[in-house]
């Protein structure tokens, strides 16, 4: 039972362009939602967060929307740079829950020059 | 130390045979993780420590598998008679609690022949 759901294996953009990474949650008990980014043969690293009381949360060239109604977050890359490839994972926390997060499968992100 | 550390960085066992993970979190962090990354999967839960209190043993897939932390530091995860399907990549995480700040180590690769 995926109760964070990355959909898309794969993306694949050009160099400057908008990245847009998508992730939906079942679980409304929800209410804290991360970003790692993970590179081969590297733990994952956090990128960026957002609680569930906001709907945006903006940090340089990223910034994580999310839509409670929908239980849906994306992350959005802009401009997109080589070194941005690689396997993104959305992840959530729900308050009281020991601080478990639970994480989707990831989407492997590849910036073309 | 700086960052966490795990041990070994790769581990190729046969089918049947014990097998000691090592996580070495980092210094002050009260909340150490451990989760593992199959082939084309996401991030999966085992088990949880924070401090002095039971950890939370939810997501251990079986009872081949246990993890200690002694302490309050250094954490093993033990897999008895592993199996091909206990081929993963098992990453470890400290952090200072609340679910956030996690620090993830390079992982342990454990393949199973």
């Known amino acids: 039972d995926q109760q964070v759901k990355q959909n898309s294996p794969s993306l694949s953009v050009q160099e400057g362009r908008i990245s847009i990474l998508n992730c939906d949650y079942t679980?409304?008990?929800?209410?804290?939602f991360l970003w790692y980014k993970k590179y081969p043969a590297e733990g994952p690293t956090f990128l960026i967060s957002?609680?569930?009381?906001?709907d945006k949360n903006e940090d340089g060239r990223f910034t994580v929307f999310l839509n409670k109604s929908a239980k849906h977050l994306s992350l959005h890359i802009v401009p997109s740079q080589p070194g941005d490839s690689a396997v993104y994972f959305c992840?959530?926390?729900?308050?009281?829950?020991?601080?478990?997060?639970?994480f989707g499968k990831g989407i492997t992100l590849s910036v073309r020059p | 130390g700086a960052g966490v550390s795990q041990s070994p960085s790769n581990k190729v066992t046969e089918k049947g045979k014990d097998v000691e993970l090592r996580c070495d979190p980092i210094?002050?962090?009260?909340?150490l993780y451990w989760y593992r990354q199959s082939l084309g999967q996401g991030l999966e839960f085992l088990i949880y420590?924070?401090?002095?209190?039971?950890?939370?043993k939810s997501g251990l897939p079986s009872d081949r598998f246990s993890a200690e932390r002694t302490g309050g530091s250094v954490s093993t995860l033990t897999i008895q008679r592993t199996q091909q399907e206990d081929s993963a990549v098992y990453l470890c995480?400290?952090?200072?609690?609340?679910?956030?700040?996690?620090?993830f180590g390079s992982g342990t690769r454990l393949t199973v022949v």
């Open positions: 210094s002050g962090h009260t909340a």
């Open positions: 420590f924070q401090g002095n209190s039971a950890p939370d």
């Open positions: 679980n409304s008990m929800f209410d804290y």
């Open positions: 995480a400290s952090s200072l609690g609340g679910g956030l700040g996690y620090t």
């Open positions: 957002i609680s569930s009381i906001k």
């Open positions: 992840a959530a926390s729900a308050s009281g829950a020991n601080s478990k997060l639970t």
